[in-house]
């Protein structure tokens, strides 16, 4: 089996990181690898906001939990309590954000940018956990947002983030389920 399908099957979401911070060489590949993502129509549209200070996602975290409690998300403040988590981000180091102005493939393209970064982080023996809660607190409509102190326009909109770090503990990749999967000759 190659290299890159053995790192596709032998990652896993890390929900326990170390505090050691990532270095400037992991820091340059993992941005090389977001920038590498393909787009729609090569428009190159993602942007992406490497966070490593610790105050400010610490601010988004306290927004994403204000925001679950106030919007019935109680299932997920249950998962991130039998989890042992005091954050959305599992406290890494690095919380990659992905945003763009509106287009029609502005999801897709932020799915292939994480994608390269969850498997880039794995290869370079770091973990990862995608997150898709936090982006409610970069959203403008919503009271209380940290869009403008995060840098964003009013017209950007975060898609996705990703939280990267050394594994403090790690878990087997989940099982396939072939039925899931159709053959069409």
């Known amino acids: 089996m190659n290299e890159t399908l053995i790192t596709i099957l032998d990652r896993s979401t890390t929900r326990s990181f170390t505090e050691q911070p990532l270095d400037d060489d992991q820091l340059a590949a993992l941005k ?35 925001l679950l409690a106030a919007e019935d998300g109680q299932t997920s403040l249950n998962r991130m309590k039998e989890r042992g988590a005091r954050s959305v981000f599992y406290d890494a180091p690095l919380v990659v954000f992905i945003y763009s102005k509106a287009s029609k493939y502005a999801y897709l393209n932020a799915g292939i940018a994480v994608q390269n970064l969850a498997l880039a982080a794995h290869s370079l023996g770091l973990g990862s956990c995608i997150n898709g809660l936090c982006t409610d607190a970069l959203k403008t409509d919503v009271p209380g947002n940290l869009a403008a102190e995060m840098g964003l326009e009013p017209d950007d909109h975060c898609h996705i983030a990703i939280a990267i770090g050394h594994i403090a503990q790690d878990k087997e990749p989940h099982s396939f389920d072939y039925s899931h999967c159709r053959d069409i000759e």
């Open 32 to 66: 090389n690898a977001a920038l590498a993502a393909p787009t729609a129509r090569n428009r190159q549209e993602n942007r992406f906001l490497f966070v490593t200070n610790k105050d400010l996602l610490e601010r988004v975290n306290q927004k994403v939990l204000e």
